[in-house]
């Protein structure tokens, strides 16, 4: 019996959204700061990764899939990138002395 390519891509998708949730959940506060570091290196490569996909094709059409997709990513991981900037602000004012 083959299992259909499409199912077994699921199921790893679906178990590492498991995985994740209860690894980012299990990390003690004086932690998050370090992962958030580490998502933002993460997100950085993705980044270069989608503008090559949103440069890839010919010049004549912007408007192919690869060209939408790498936008798309590259938006979203604009977004990730300075939302872990500001949680990562938002930890380190925490152990600032208060005046």
């Known amino acids: 019996m083959e299992i259909d ?3 077994f891509r699921l199921s ?3 178990l590492s959204i498991f995985v994740g949730y209860y690894v980012v959940w299990s990390v003690t506060p004086s932690l998050h700061t370090p992962l958030m570091s ?3 290196a993460i997100s950085s490569v993705i980044i270069v990764g989608a503008i090559i996909a949103a440069l ?3 010049s004549q059409n912007f408007f192919e899939t690869s060209n939408i997709f ?3 990513a590259i938006l979203l ?3 990730n990138i300075f939302g872990g900037f500001l949680v990562t602000q938002r930890m380190l004012q925490m152990y600032k002395k208060k005046k």
Do not use: C, W, Y
């Open 77 to 79: 991981a604009a977004v």
């Open 56 to 58: 890839a094709g010919s």
């Open 12 to 14: 790893i998708f679906i």
């Open 70 to 72: 790498g936008f798309l």
């Open 38 to 40: 580490v998502t933002n």
């Open 5 to 7: 390519p499409f199912i």
